[in-house]
């Protein structure tokens, strides 16, 4: 074990120090300190104007009251009045002028409204599901500011361009897996509230990381509106797919392998249980889940079905739904058998799908209705940005499943 490295602090000077104990000296209590009328908003208030006469002085090149030493004859004219909203809440500047109209100052620049780091606090109150007037109504209670709704909606749409970029970045040339999902979201359409698929393609990189690729809102159904989701994968720099796990997507199959041919479809043994539960009441939930464990654990299809038969036998009787189900969709659950345990369990294990669904069903579940396509798209590329911050780890048991990889799909491996 190696010894933990120290970080060596800078002494603060001397004269700092005493100049913070003389203004602490009638410290009782925060609102002194972090108040709206506190020591911290008025040192930033005195700090500011201060550089901002000092950008002015190097600006004309002569002090104030002092005599005029620049070429133009341009001197002070007064100030202006400017009001920035901040963490400390609304923040009177005066600002200083010049006659030729000239000056720029860059601690606050002419059109600046909000103190730096204000606009990432309304950020990460969209980003966990907070309204508008939610954001507004958060930031008057803690931070003393009004904020009218029109800045609010500038600061998130100013997301709109990093979605974009996001939107269109390039991918990797191969994903071992590729899983896709949609979440149901009602949004204001020519004057009626609709309900709209927003689907999610999540990549499994050759590192085992996880990542969001790509989200999209369906306009239409069916092969079409995937194969247009498919090319522009391939157009941002995917070349291979090994296997691609869906929820029964109408049209999909059909388009992954018109664009990536030697792709496998697999319907994604995690929806198929996830679905399941959906009709089996919270007290029969584990032991029923145990039993479905059986099929998808079995070593051999010949066996699995074995499990289901066993399935059906002990549970139809109570919920017929689920054996149906299996059975109408089995031609698709069964090619999962014909990869090694190492591969199989990192397909059902990975579970990024369900992991991601749960964080975004948090985020908009006080939303009752988004007023734009554009506004669900936002709040979808904020809410997973936070998401995948965590994902600073590979996927567990990446290495077995990668190897197996290796093996397996030897001739379409890219070098990397």
């Not at 600046?112 to 907070?130: C, H, M, V």
């Not at 059909?254 to 496998?264: D, G, L, N």
């Amino acid at each position: 074990m190696t010894a933990a490295k120290s970080t060596k602090r800078a002494k603060p000077d001397p004269e700092l120090l005493q100049f913070a104990d003389r203004l602490l000296a009638n410290y009782q209590k925060p609102e002194d300190l972090i108040g709206e009328n506190g020591l911290l908003k008025q040192l930033t208030q005195m700090l500011a104007e201060r550089a901002l006469e000092a950008e002015m002085t190097y600006h004309l090149g002569h002090g104030k009251n002092q005599p005029l030493t620049n070429d133009t004859g341009n001197a002070r004219n007064g100030h202006s009045a400017k009001t920035l909203k901040g963490d400390f809440g609304s923040l009177p500047l005066a600002i200083p002028r010049d006659r030729q109209g000239s000056f720029e100052p860059q601690i606050v620049g002419k059109h600046q409204t909000r103190w730096t780091g204000f606009d990432d606090k309304i950020i990460s109150l969209y980003a966990r599901g907070l309204s508008v007037r939610e954001i507004q109504g958060h930031l008057e209670e803690i931070y003393h500011t009004e904020v009218s709704p029109s800045l609010i909606s500038a600061v998130t749409d100013a997301v709109s361009d990093e979605v974009k970029l996001w939107q269109s970045r390039p991918l990797d040339p191969i994903y071992p897996i590729l899983y896709l999902d949609c979440i149901h979201v009602k949004v204001r359409d020519s004057g009626a509230v609709r309900t709209k698929a927003v689907y999610m393609a999540v990549g499994v990189n050759m590192d085992g990381h996880k990542e969001v690729l790509g989200l999209w809102i369906a306009q239409t159904e069916g092969a079409k509106f995937w194969l247009q989701v498919v090319t522009e994968l391939k157009n941002r720099g995917v070349q291979d797919v090994f296997i691609a796990c869906v929820d029964g997507l109408k049209g999909f199959p059909e388009a992954i392998e018109t664009v990536f041919p030697k792709a496998s479809v697999q319907l994604c043994i995690v929806h198929m249980v996830r679905n399941s539960m959906n009709f089996v009441p919270w007290k029969n939930q584990r032991e029923v889940a145990a039993d479905l464990k059986l099929i998808y654990s079995a070593t051999t299809v010949d066996l699995a079905e074995q499990q289901l038969c066993l399935f059906e036998a002990k549970w139809d009787k109570d919920y017929l739904p689920i054996g149906q189900s299996w059975r109408r969709n089995w031609a698709r659950v069964i090619p999962f058998f014909d990869y090694p345990p190492e591969i199989r369990k990192v397909i059902y294990t990975t579970n990024a799908i369900e992991s991601i669904n749960m964080s975004l069903r948090k985020v908009i579940k006080t939303r009752a209705s988004f007023p734009t396509d554009d506004a669900v798209t936002k709040l979808f590329y904020l809410a997973l940005r936070n998401i995948s911050k965590k994902w600073t780890m590979p996927i567990r048991d990446w290495k077995a499943a990668l190897n197996r990889f290796t093996i397996q799909y030897e001739d379409r491996m890219l070098p990397f």
